[in-house]
């Protein structure tokens, strides 16, 4: 029986990379205390993808950062739109939280090089600019797998109801879930070849560093970029975009002869990705109706505002001696907190491009928020990219988990937002969905 299938829709399409590494000797980002790099083992890199239908642009940039703030985004969007017309609500600019590169944020643990920091505006809007500069046609090719066995809930619920980091002897089970889904958007040429791979999955990019790895690295994503390269070409570029992984890590918590950390953990994700990636890639099937459009949506939430309880602990604290890094800095920051009784301004980034949708969140969030969002997405393909944009909070739990005390939920610590910060959030997202999906 034969079938009579629509053609593919075509667009033009564009991809750059633009190396951003920085010079040994800066201070790696992602800890509480400061690692000074003395080598490089991958290049850090800004990967973009520029599409254009109808008259329509959208951009994309995965940059190897611990983060994106709103220092670099926005002046990187204003000399994106000069150079290119592209504007900044449809550009979408976000990191793979690689623990292992430098630090970028102001007034954090460690200090940062800021006559490099001032350099990445400018590379970022440079990946964008000679990626708009190539376009050819392109079919945008979506798909789906799952990679069971590569991420785990790092937080553990204990019998007194409290949640904690890590398996301890009274766990009683995982905190919450994981979100095994990886989502692939092939850019595919008039010759059939793979030019870019979109690629999105919630896994934190945390394990080469280990707390003493002093080598600039981008990680698994890196390893994950070197394994597609070697298969479909050393020109193809890959756009990773970093999942809902506020509580989700790499480590098993079970006993296992597999590596556990380090470069060979690195280089075992990044394969096994690659490897799933691939999968869905080659069982994907291009798009026949395409629409581009975008919409960046700022929302008011309230911060943190200090309570007794956090307080009290910090004034104990202080009667102690010996204090760890940890302690130290919730101290420290708790004295400093500016920010009681104000609200933080949150940007909140949807993307359609035909029947695929992307949100772009600018935190760290937890696992079950992004699996809200995709449950109520109205798109056939929901990819959700943390770290986007901006940096107006550190990390996001959902609001029951706001207030059991895990690392991700411990106030000032790690969470500077209301604990109803998380599902205000996924809402603004999924009306912003349904407006562009009409």
Known sequence: MSTSLPPPATCRAGCAVVTITPPVGVSLAGYFHDRI?????????????????EGERIALVSCDLICIDGELADPAKALIREQTGIPPERVLICATHTHTGPEIRKGSVVPRMDEWVETLPGRIAQAVGEAAEGMFTATL????????????????????GREVFGRPADAIGPAGPIDPEVVTVGIVDEHNCLRALVANFALHVDVIGGGGAKAISADWP????????????????????????????????????????????AMQIGRALAGAAMYSTERAEPLTELKLDGALDVIPIPYYTRDDKLLAEVA??????????????????????????????????????????????PAEIFVRIGLEIKHFSPAAYTLITELSNARVTGYVPTTDQAERGAYGAKPILSRWLCSDAGRRMADQAQVMLRRLWG
């Open 222 to 265: 890196g390893e994950f970029k070197r394994a597609i390269q070697g298969v479909y070409g050393e020109e193809v570029v890959t756009v990773f975009l970093q999942g809902t992984c506020g509580d989700i890590n790499h480590w098993p918590h079970v006993a296992t002869h597999l590596p556990t950390g380090g470069p060979q953990k």
């Open 141 to 160: 090719r979506p798909n789906r797998t799952c990679a069971e066995g590569l991420s785990w809930n790092r937080l553990w619920r204990v019998k007194d």
């Open 316 to 361: 104990e604290l202080k009667t102690q001696e010996n204090l760890g890094d940890f302690e130290r800095f919730l101290v420290k920051r708790t004295e400093e907190w500016p920010y009681d009784g104000q609200s933080a301004d949150v940007p909140i980034q949807c993307l359609r491009l035909g029947d695929i949708a992307i949100v772009g969140l």
């Open 37 to 53: 790099s003395e080598s490089v083992r991958d290049d850090l890199c800004a990967h973009a993808l520029v599409l254009e239908h």
